[in-house]
């Protein structure tokens, strides 16, 4: 079993930056593709950000691209999200997840199902 905690949420201003930490336990971090996801009140939860099991692929959704970035910490078992130029419909529940199986298809990390493994979210709230 792997557990995620997300930290690093809370208060900004619009145009501000903030970075989010998820860190994992489990000895087999390395291997995970993981992801970053966020859900708004009443929507569904929606794809930002994931990167491959040794930080050299990288996928974003058309939202955040050029404003956020993620990155890996093996030796910590930790993922960041770095996230610049905040607007205010950045704001959201931030979950990171894991998939286990390390295999990289852009087709399917973008979707909810593909990861097996999920932190309890941090909340980030954009003020405008």
């Known amino acids: 079993q792997v557990q995620l905690v997300e930290s690093g949420g809370g208060l900004v201003q619009a145009g501000g930056s903030l970075r989010l930490s998820c860190a994992a336990s489990?000895?087999?971090?390395?291997?995970?593709?993981m992801g970053w996801f966020r859900q708004a009140p009443g929507k569904e939860r929606e794809f930002v950000a994931a990167i491959g099991w040794n930080g050299d692929r990288t996928f974003y959704a058309d939202s955040v691209k050029g404003r956020f970035t993620v990155s890996r910490d093996n030796a910590k078992n930790t993922v960041y999200l770095q996230m610049g130029s905040l607007k205010p419909e950045d704001a959201a529940v931030y979950y990171c997840?894991?998939?286990?199986?390390?295999?990289?298809?852009?087709?399917?990390?973008?979707?909810?199902?593909?990861?097996?493994?999920w932190g309890q979210g941090t909340q980030v709230t954009v003020s405008s």
């Open positions: 997840a894991a998939d286990r199986t390390g295999y990289w298809n852009q087709y399917y990390l973008t979707a909810v199902p593909y990861y097996d493994y």
């Open positions: 489990g000895r087999s971090f390395s291997s995970y593709v």
